[in-house]
């Protein structure tokens, strides 16, 4: 009986690839193992099935190879998952391109870093390397944990990465948790166009998206975290791949026309099944507009004027299905107020370019110009309705806060409702009635006749013609919830 082959270091690398398949360096099982310096690492960025990152340490004529889901950390402190996958061969260092689909890996693959390293110490459970790459450079840590599951048994491909050293730039910052959006306030166009640049005014939700390892984190301007509710969005982080950034935004759906429709984005705004999320993706698409970036790869970028934010932001050529960066405009502002206009859009956002970004702030270094007027409002009640709409509502009870946060009466609103917005209005307020008026002021006997008091829980948004001299929205219309917005931070546009 013939001895068996001894196993070889190649062995498992060449059993899952076909090397007619595949443009992969794929070595004859007899060729030797070449005699390097040992000193070789490369980071790849990987587009398979899901992105991730591969490590790879020369060692003993092959690299030895961690898919990372989320990439090489960043600052010490931080623990990354490290996937010990088979011995590569030497020459895919240098190999970038594309695996065909269907094969093992199947997906783009490209050099992310490349350089040398240093050993300091090397074990079946812990290696210790000194990075020197054009990107990374530093001290990290592999350390093998328990097998998949948390069970006795060790498979030997479980591992973390953790950097032992603070990065090397003076001027590196951690990723943020928590940027609130600026603010801008309602206003007329500047006359003095050279020092402001011009956006158009899309009529969605706001949100700020946190990039990190290829993942997005999306976050309204109430601080909940809405990333399930548009699942689209995540392939900006896959386009993005290893660069950190916390961008801002606005989340809108189009008519068959390519004009914003804010009705049809109710239809997203309160969904948390994921499942149904999905589903919605599909009939109901969510674009999410990307006009600021208040973080890149390491570096608060608030401070920055605004030009030069927007110069790193159109570095990023984001584009995809999903996500866009629309373009800022020299002016004149009257052309592109006018412009706005012409393709249904809500108005224009004028933004001084030597301005810095002040997060959670309502600066007059933003003007927002309308074509019609809107208001938040704070639901505070409702009116049983009458002939075709006896089973349900038939308006509903209006406040607004004062400068002070005193909620005060704006009056009420009974148009602009769909029947599906009735019945899921009504669905939302019965749980809140409570017995009594949220307001301070005292209301005239019509204006309080059949209301069902509810607690002062749900914004909401009107479009309407102007304010009365006492203080109510003339010819309001129903524009829907806005579960993005607190009601303690509702104030009057003014």
Known sequence: MPARRPQQPLDEYRAKRDPSRTREPVPSADAPLPAGDGRTFVVQEHHARALHWDLRL?????LVSWAVPKGLPQEPGTNHLAVHTEDHPMEYATFEGEIAAGEYGGGQMSIWDRGTYETLKWS???????????????RYVLFRTRGRGGGAADDGRSWMVHRMDPPTRADWAPLPDLVRPMAAVLGELPTDDDAWAFEMKWDGVRAVAYVDGGRVRLMSRNDLDVTRSYPEVAGLGEQLGAVQAVLDGELV????RGAPDFGRLQQRMHVADPAVARRLAQSVPVVYLVFDVLHLDGRPTLDLP???RRRLLDGLGLAGRSWQTPPSFDGPGAAVLAASRENGLEGVLAKRRSSTYRPGRRSPDWVKVKHV?????VLVGWKPGKGARADTLGSLVLGVPDDDGVLRPAGSVGTGFTRRALDDLLRRLTPLRTTSSPFVDRLPAPETRDVQWVRPDLVGE???AEWTSDRRLRHPSWR???PDKDPTQVRVEA
Do not use: P
């Open 480 to 482: 829907g919830l806005r």
């Open 373 to 377: 007027r809107m208001q938040e409002v």
């Open 306 to 308: 605004y030009d030069e």
């Open 124 to 138: 079946d459970r812990e290696v210790q390397v000194v990075l020197h790459g054009e990107r990374v450079d530093g």
């Open 253 to 256: 759906t189009f008519d068959a």
């Open 462 to 464: 009107v479009a309407f």
């Open 58 to 62: 020369e060692r003993d004529g092959v």
